[in-house]
C-alpha cells in the first residue's frame, strides 16, 4: 500500500533563513507527490505537484520540492523563510499509478517562524 | 472564481442526532471528494464520485456515513446515529480530471462538527 511520512511533526527556523520540510513515500509504482499548505481556519491549498516530469518542482511562494526515487523523498525546501510561512504543511502521494483521484495525506509538519 | 464552499462553518449536535454537510464544488469539476481531518492529523479519504455515482466509498468508516450528489454538482454527507467520535473537521474537494495521474483536488474551508 502507499504511504507517506513526514519525519518531523514540527519544524521551527528563524525568519530569512531556509526551510526544509521532509517527506518519504512509500509506493510500489512511480507516484504522483504533492505539497499542501493549511493556514489557520482555512482551507487546504495546493503548493506544488510532482507527476513525473521534472524531478524538480517548483511551486507557490517560493516554495518547491524534489523528487529523488533512489531515496524515496520528496522533501519540501524554501530558500528564506517569511512570517507567513507559518503553517501546517501536508505532504501527499496518489493511492494508485494512473489516477491521482484517490490521495493519502502524511500527518503533517507544523512550520513555526520565528522573528 | 468562485472556490469550493461548504455549510456550515461550524455544527454542534448532541449524540445520537443526525447530521447534513453541505459541499459546492467548484463549477465544471465533475469529481468530489470527502475526508475527514481528526485534530492533529492529516485528512483521511471517505468517499470520491465522479459524477453523480460514488466512484470509491472505501473510506466511509461504517454505514451511519452515506453522501450523495443526485444532479452531479452539490453534494451532501449524511451522518446518521452520531457518536462522540465523529467530531472533526469535514472536507470537501473537487477536481477536473479525475481518474487521471494529473488529478488535482481543490479544498473547501471545511465543516468543523462537534458532537457533544
Known amino acids: 500500500a502507499q504511504s507517506v511520512t513526514q519525519l518531523d511533526s514540527h519544524v521551527s527556523v528563524s525568519e530569512g533563513t531556509p526551510v526544509l520540510l521532509r517527506c518519504n513515500y512509500s509506493?510500489?509504482?512511480?507516484?504522483?507527490l504533492f505539497w499542501y499548505v493549511q493556514h489557520p481556519n482555512k482551507g487546504l491549498q495546493l503548493l506544488l505537484k510532482?507527476?513525473?516530469?521534472?524531478?524538480l518542482v517548483k511551486g507557490i511562494n517560493g516554495f518547491e520540492a524534489e523528487f529523488k526515487k533512489s531515496e524515496t523523498s520528496f522533501h519540501l525546501t524554501k530558500p528564506s523563510a517569511h512570517m507567513s510561512d507559518a503553517a501546517e504543511y501536508f505532504c501527499?502521494?496518489?493511492?494508485?499509478?494512473?489516477?491521482?483521484?484517490?490521495?493519502?495525506f502524511g500527518s503533517g509538519t507544523r512550520l513555526s517562524i520565528r522573528p | 472564481g468562485a472556490g469550493v464552499s461548504q455549510t456550515p462553518s461550524n455544527k454542534v449536535t448532541e449524540k445520537g442526532k443526525y447530521v447534513e454537510l453541505r459541499c459546492d464544488p467548484i463549477?465544471?469539476?465533475?469529481?468530489l471528494y470527502w475526508y475527514r481531518q481528526s485534530l492533529g492529523q492529516g485528512p483521511e479519504f471517505l468517499i470520491y464520485?465522479?459524477?453523480?455515482?460514488?466512484?470509491?466509498d472505501s473510506g466511509l468508516p461504517n454505514d451511519r456515513f452515506f453522501a450523495v450528489r443526485p444532479e452531479g454538482s452539490v453534494s451532501t454527507l449524511k451522518i446518521q446515529r452520531t457518536e462522540r467520535g465523529d467530531s472533526a473537521v469535514y472536507l470537501c474537494?473537487?477536481?477536473?480530471?479525475?481518474?487521471?495521474?494529473?488529478?488535482?483536488?481543490?479544498f473547501g474551508p471545511g465543516t468543523r462538527l462537534t458532537v457533544l
Open positions: 509506493s510500489s509504482y512511480s507516484p504522483s
Open positions: 501527499v502521494v496518489s493511492a494508485s499509478d494512473s489516477s491521482a483521484s484517490k490521495i493519502i
Open positions: 463549477s465544471g469539476h465533475t469529481a
Open positions: 474537494a473537487s477536481s477536473l480530471n479525475p481518474g487521471t495521474s494529473t488529478d488535482t483536488q481543490y
Open positions: 510532482y507527476t513525473s516530469a521534472a524531478t
Open positions: 464520485f465522479q459524477g453523480t455515482g460514488a466512484a470509491d
